[in-house]
């Protein structure tokens, strides 16, 4: 390690910027570096380090909350790293997946939070409320449970997160159709009540998976453009979301 690198705390990766937020450049000893050999590298110019650290225009932090079990890290992994697997363990405290993706022409880098939905871990997760710019509300269609308990994620929301905070409800596991427990009207009718966005998805599938991820993206985009007086956009089409002929469906 180069004798004037800092040492940085675990904590300091995780700052998130705001979307008119200079980012820093990089310190001095970065830009001349020694070979394995012990030679000296050509120089690197601030600039080019910059575009090298920053291959994004915006960086949006979205968080998933609910109960245990209904999908958030198969969600998180379909939409990541486009798989499956049925066998995940019961996640402990904090993860994420980050993925770049391109909306109205800018490139969002989207850093995605798994969380605990057991109680005994709520102590942990809502550290991470703070900062956050969307939040997906995640319940089990086949569990009844899962979605009478978003009413205390919402509340939950309120409590801890930034006021103005975008959300989504989304309901998983509509592949499961024969063990629906949670009527797709009821869901539609919570969603219209809090002003929200509301999909049906199948981490298993995939159905809507893409679309509910990226259409929070874009409307945290369009939020925080109108916010800084840079768009004069309409609101968001959502036709040519729905093109699945499944039962799974967005509102």
């Known amino acids: 390690m180069h004798p004037d690198a800092p040492c940085y705390c675990?904590?300091?990766?995780?700052?998130?910027?705001?979307?008119?937020?200079?980012?820093?450049?990089?310190?001095?000893?970065?830009?001349?570096?020694?070979?394995?050999?012990?030679?000296?590298?050509?120089?690197?110019?601030?600039?080019?380090?910059?575009?090298?650290?920053?291959?994004y225009d915006h960086l949006f932090k979205l968080l998933l909350i609910g109960d245990s079990g209904v999908g958030k890290t198969c969600l998180i992994i379909r939409f990541a790293e486009d798989n499956f697997s049925g066998t995940y363990i019961s996640t402990?405290?904090?993860?994420?997946?980050?993925?770049?993706?391109?909306?109205?022409?800018?490139?969002?880098?989207?850093?995605?939070?798994?969380?605990?939905?057991?109680?005994?871990?709520?102590?942990?997760?809502?550290?991470?409320?703070?900062?956050?710019?969307?939040?997906?509300?995640?319940?089990?269609?086949?569990?009844?449970?899962?979605?009478e308990n978003?009413?205390?994620?919402?509340?939950?929301?309120?409590?801890?997160?930034?006021?103005?905070?975008?959300?989504?409800?989304?309901?998983?596991?509509?592949?499961?159709?024969?063990?629906?427990k949670v009527p797709r009207d009821r869901a539609e009718k919570l969603s219209k009540e809090h002003g929200i966005r509301f999909f049906e998805t199948s981490a298993k599938s995939s159905l809507n998976v893409e679309e509910a991820f990226t259409t929070l993206a874009r409307d945290i985009l369009l939020k925080?453009?109108?916010?800084?007086g840079q768009s004069n956009k309409g609101p968001l089409d959502l036709k040519g979301l729905q093109k699945s002929s499944s039962k799974c469906a967005l509102v």
């Open 10 to 55: 675990l904590l300091d990766l995780f700052v998130i910027p705001t979307l008119n937020q200079q980012i820093p450049g990089p310190p001095a000893w970065l830009y001349s570096c020694s070979s394995p050999t012990g030679g000296r590298k050509k120089k690197e110019t601030p600039s080019r380090i910059r575009d090298m650290a920053k291959s």
């Open 92 to 147: 402990i405290g904090i993860d994420f997946k980050i993925r770049t993706v391109e909306i109205e022409g800018k490139r969002i880098k989207l850093q995605v939070w798994d969380t605990a939905g057991q109680e005994r871990f709520k102590t942990i997760t809502t550290a991470y409320y703070r900062g956050a710019m969307g939040i997906i509300l995640v319940y089990d269609i086949t569990d009844d449970k899962s979605f």
């Open 150 to 180: 978003i009413q205390n994620w919402m509340k939950s929301i309120k409590e801890n997160a930034s006021a103005g905070v975008e959300r989504l409800l989304l309901g998983n596991k509509c592949d499961m159709e024969a063990k629906r």
């Open 224 to 228: 925080s453009s109108k916010k800084s």
